[in-house]
Nanobody, 124 residues
Framework: QAQLVESGGGLVQAGGSLRLSCAASARVFTSYAMGWFRQAPEKEREFVSAISWSGGTTNYADSVKGRFTISRDNTKNTVYLQMNSLKLEDTAVYYC?????????????????WGQGAQVTVSS
């Protein structure tokens, strides 16, 4: 059973920055695509960003393009989400995700592992 552990959430003012981290077990990390999803109160969980096993391919939701950056350090089994220019609507619980397959994220395939979630709250 793989384990994903998020950290780095918190409270930040609009316009500020936060960096989320997700530490994964080595068995998952070396060959899986990794991603971030978020769920705001009374809303469905939505895709935020994903990165291929090598880090060479990234995907972003339109709502975060140009503001968020996903990256991974395979030597540390960790994936990051740098969030800049945060907006009130970015407030949500952010979940780390791991997807098995060819190492590239696909919206047509299920997520195999989820983290426990990290709260991000953006205030005015």
């Amino acid at each position: 059973q793989a384990q994903l552990v998020e950290s780095g959430g918190g409270l930040v003012q609009a316009g500020g920055s936060l960096r989320l981290s997700c530490a994964a077990s080595a068995r998952v990390f070396t060959s899986y695509a990794m991603g971030w999803f978020r769920q705001a109160p009374e809303k469905e969980r939505e895709f935020v960003s994903a990165i291929s096993w090598s880090g060479g391919t990234t995907n972003y939701a339109d709502s975060v393009k140009g503001r968020f950056t996903i990256s991974r350090d395979n030597t540390k089994n960790t994936v990051y989400l740098q969030m800049n220019s945060l907006k009130l609507e970015d407030t949500a619980v952010y979940y780390c995700a791991a997807q098995m397959g060819n190492g590239y994220y696909s919206s047509n395939k299920p997520i195999d592992y989820w983290g426990q979630g990290a709260q991000v709250t953006v205030s005015s």
